[in-house]
């Protein structure tokens, strides 16, 4: 059984810096696609940033520049390092594992930008 577990969220005031970490357990994790989402009050989930088994990462446009994502394979953890925050990137932010082509989500962690 896969399971996904985000830890990190909270208030930040703008300009801030938070980083998400998503543990993962039930997988091979060297070999499991690793993303982050996330979905704000009535608009639809979107993707923020993507992270292959191999290292290769995908970002959303709003976000290039600011946000990163890494991996730690020895830890089977997988983070969000989000860094000039704006108030439009309040959301809740969920971890997603692709793993022998099962997609699986963790419950979500809540982001609130605000002063």
Do not use: H
Request: proline fraction near 3%; charged fraction near 15%.
């Amino acid at each position: 059984q896969v399971q996904l577990v985000e830890s990190g969220g909270g208030l930040v005031q703008p300009g801030g810096s938070l980083r998400l970490s998503c543990a993962a357990s039930g997988t091979i994790f060297s070999i499991t696609a690793m993303a982050w989402y996330r979905q704000a009050p009535g608009k639809p989930r979107e993707l923020v940033a993507s992270i292959a088994a191999g290292g290769s990462t995908r970002y959303a446009d709003s976000v290039k520049g600011r946000f990163t994502i890494s991996r730690d394979n020895a830890k089977n953890t997988v983070f969000l390092q989000m860094n000039s925050l704006k108030p439009e990137n309040t959301a809740v932010y969920l971890c997603n594992a692709v793993y022998l082509g099962t997609t699986y989500w963790g419950q979500g962690i809540q982001v609130t930008v605000s002063s």
